[in-house]
């Protein structure tokens, strides 16, 4: 059984950064596909960033492009959203979540962490 920790969340002011970690334990991290996700109040979880088991290939939802990045270290079993220029709009509960493929449909992945809030105050 695979578990998938958080950390990094917090406040923080617009235009501040934040670097998410997500741990993972319990099974072959490197095979398989990482992504972010994020939950406002009210709203539907929206995919925000994936990469591919090798890290090659990284995907991004319009509204982050240019402000995110996703990365992973396979020797450490963790993925990292690292969010740069934070908006008062990146404001939810984020997700990390494992599956076979890096796709932005969050019913592809298997596995979710426990979320972890960020709020950027404007």
């Known amino acids: 059984q695979l578990q998938l920790v958080e950390s990094g969340g917090g406040l923080v002011q617009a235009g501040g950064s934040l670097r998410l970690s997500c741990a993972a334990s319990?099974?072959?991290?490197?095979?398989?596909?990482m992504g972010w996700f994020r939950q406002a109040p009210g709203k539907e979880r929206e995919f925000v960033a994936a990469?591919?088991?090798?890290?090659?290939?990284?995907y991004y939802t319009d509204s982050v492009k240019g402000r995110f990045t996703i990365s992973r270290d396979n020797a450490k079993n963790t993925v990292y959203l690292q969010m740069n220029s934070l908006k008062p709009t990146d404001t939810a509960v984020y997700y990390c979540?494992?599956?076979?493929?890096?796709?932005?449909?969050?019913?592809?992945?298997?596995?979710w962490g426990q979320g972890t809030q960020v709020t950027v105050s404007s």
């Open positions: 979540a494992e599956g076979p493929f890096a796709y932005k449909d969050y019913r592809t992945y298997d596995y």
């Open positions: 319990g099974r072959t991290f490197s095979n398989y596909a």
């Open positions: 990469i591919r088991w090798s890290g090659d290939t990284t």
